[in-house]
């Protein structure tokens, strides 16, 4: 039986890149990859089509999928809907629907881009750093949440912070596993020092840890964790932390590599069913020029072959192929450097495919 995949380009930029991305899925799947591709809207162009950011037909055919290849959410043109209308609600109900709790969020440092980054050549070369965010939970999905009038007449806002312990110990296995298969030191982020959650969150995670007595496990507050990754961030392997914290992280850890363009992610389920997309978003800016990097979404489809299918050789293949484009010198806007030769969406997405097939 084939693997069923579900593409969901979402808005803006989206469309592009993931438009790229199923040439190389298209180009495996001549080569042996047994996948069988529908495509479905979801935020605002889910919101277009069905009055709705997660219509109910989308969220159908990925509950029947085993994975999700996701472009990117969001535009200015949802911005005024009611909160639940708008497209994050779409990419937030995928998530939480399937139950997607695990979120990996690589930030590599390609060596021909060491320029791109902001930071000295030498604070980031080499750079690989695995960022494991808590995704279902915390003050993203807390009850209860809302806006209220006080008896002052004055109206409040307010969300709930909150962590059960099995919540706490799955994640932690999940970033203790990752770990163990590269240098073996996790640094899990909290705020212990004010907040009750974070207590008890260092307490699961340490407790987990006697499992993985060859895993190196440090703690760290989240705002020391921020200047630290910004001073000296290749003192981290992998880190584990909550959904807010590790969303604010790893956009800093991105940026480290110099392009948020280049880093693909996956989201887990229990089971190593999953949704992968590219963490930039969906750049309403730069939609619709043939501009975007699809370097990002291709290399989501590399994390999906090796997370979701087991194809670890045509991840590989995927990921190499991309390295000998940046080789070559070609480089999208947001990468671009002296001396390279700047091309577009289409262009980057045909020479990775030139080098997979060469
Ligand atoms: C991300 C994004 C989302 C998040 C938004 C679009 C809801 O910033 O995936 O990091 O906050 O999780
Ligand atoms: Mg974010």
Redesign the pocket.
């Known amino acids: 039986m084939s693997n069923k995949l579900a593409i969901l380009p979402g808005d803006g930029i989206g469309i592009e890149i993931v438009a790229e991305a199923v040439k190389v899925l298209n180009h495996l799947k001549a080569n042996g990859l047994d996948i069988e591709m529908t495509e479905a809207p979801v935020g605002g162009a889910g919101y277009d089509a069905a009055g709705k950011p997660l219509p109910d037909e989308t969220l159908a055919l990925v509950k029947q999928s085993d994975a999700v290849l996701l472009g990117a959410?969001?535009g200015p043109q949802y911005e005024e809907l009611p909160r639940e209308l708008r497209?994050?609600r779409g990419?937030?109900g995928l998530?939480s629907e399937l139950g997607l709790f695990a979120?990996l969020r690589p930030a590599i440092l390609y060596p021909q881009l060491a320029e791109a980054s902001s930071l000295k050549a030498d604070v980031v070369a080499g750079l690989d750093i695995m960022i494991v965010?808590e995704?279902t939970g915390g003050i993203?999905f807390g009850q209860p949440r809302g806006i209220r009038d006080k008896d002052n007449g004055e109206r409040e806002g307010f969300n709930t912070l909150v962590y059960s312990e099995s919540e706490v110990d799955r994640i932690a296995r999940v970033a203790f596993d990752i770990a163990m298969k590269r240098g073996r030191r996790l640094c899990s982020v909290d705020k212990a020092n004010v907040l009750e959650v974070s207590e008890l969150w260092r307490e699961v995670v340490t407790r987990a840890g006697s499992d993985y007595p060859e895993v190196e496990l440090s703690h760290m507050y989240v705002d020391n964790a921020a200047m630290q990754l910004v001073k000296w961030p290749k003192q981290f392997d992998v880190m584990v932390t909550k959904?807010?914290f590790?969303?604010i992280l790893?956009?800093a850890a991105a940026m480290l590599t110099g392009s948020i363009g280049m880093l693909p992610?996956a989201s887990l389920d229990a089971d190593g069913k999953g949704m992968y997309?590219p963490?930039h978003?969906s750049a309403p800016d730069i939609a619709g020029q043939g501009v975007a990097n699809p370097l990002a979404t291709i290399l989501s489809v590399a994390m999906m072959l090796r997370y979701t299918f087991d194809r670890a050789s045509m991840a590989d293949a995927i990921e190499a192929a991309v390295g000998r484009v940046l080789d070559r010198g070609l480089r999208t806007p947001d990468i671009m450097a002296e001396g390279c030769e700047q091309v577009g969406t289409v262009e980057m997405g045909e020479a990775v495919l030139t080098e997979l097939a060469a």
């Open positions: 959410v969001g497209p994050e990419l937030l998530r979120n965010r995704l993203y959904n807010m590790g969303d790893s956009d992610s997309e963490i978003g």
